[in-house]
């Protein structure tokens, strides 16, 4: 991948769909519609993408985001190829990332337009999530819908405290309104064979579920929650 393949790409006005951050594989995947208002060239689906990743940090404000989607919530983009690092100032937020290389790959149709979320109604999620038992849990991967207004937590669970009994996890949330996450892919990367979770905690008030990990956190402010098997 040369840098001379993102000169013609223009991120102003484009609209960002979502972003999944995968710490088993150690890659970023974002979800655009990218276009160019100078030239009048229609958007198109794309997918930029960091592989080996070693650090992301994103900041997600629903309805800023989507007050902006339909004259583009993506302020300004920049890529440097020899470093393997990304920057998307968005309109409601900011993606950063860094590992050992950035793509860019053309796309059928953007990812998560028009997907219903797929959360049980209710609060009583909260309360799942709250009483659920983290010890040797193990984050696998987080996705933000932006277009949807959802987010997904995957995670494997020890059953009964024993790191070698392990169970598929889904986090999910819906009407999401902010979503925050700062993660050491690396230091995660390390962790994870006795645990890379240290807690969750639930804030009832600002229906905000917060995750402490061993190198980083996320945090999701959310109307609804669900917590089971996969």
């Not at 070693?54 to 989507?66: I, K, N, V, W």
């Not at 933000?144 to 986090?171: E, H, K, Q």
């Amino acid at each position: 991948m040369h840098q001379s393949k993102f000169d013609n790409v223009e991120f102003h006005d484009g609209i960002i769909n979502a972003v999944s951050v995968s710490v088993l594989k150690q890659f970023c995947e974002i979800n655009l519609c990218l276009g160019d208002y100078k030239s009048g060239r229609a958007r198109s689906a794309s997918l930029l993408s960091c592989k080996g990743l070693e650090s992301f940090f994103g900041r997600f404000g629903s309805l800023e985001l989507a007050e902006n989607a339909g004259a583009g919530n993506v302020q300004d983009g920049r890529v440097d190829v020899p470093s393997g690092s990304l920057r998307l100032s968005l309109a409601g937020g900011i993606v950063e990332a860094a590992g050992a290389g950035v793509d860019l790959d053309a796309l059928n149709e953007p990812v998560d337009r028009g997907v219903a979320p797929k959360v049980r109604v209710g609060s009583s999620g909260f309360a799942l999530i709250e009483n659920a038992d983290f010890l040797f849990a193990r984050l696998e991967s987080v996705h933000f819908g932006l277009a949807t207004d959802t987010c997904v937590i995957n995670l494997l669970m020890s059953a009964g405290g024993n790191p070698s009994d392990l169970y598929p996890v889904r986090m999910s949330f819906s009407r999401v309104t902010s979503s925050l996450a700062k993660l050491d892919l690396s230091g995660l990367a390390r962790e994870r064979k006795f645990g890379n979770v240290l807690s969750c905690t639930v804030s009832r008030k600002e229906n905000m579920t917060r995750m402490y990990l061993s190198d980083g956190f996320i945090e999701v402010v959310a109307r609804r929650a669900s917590l089971a098997r996969r």
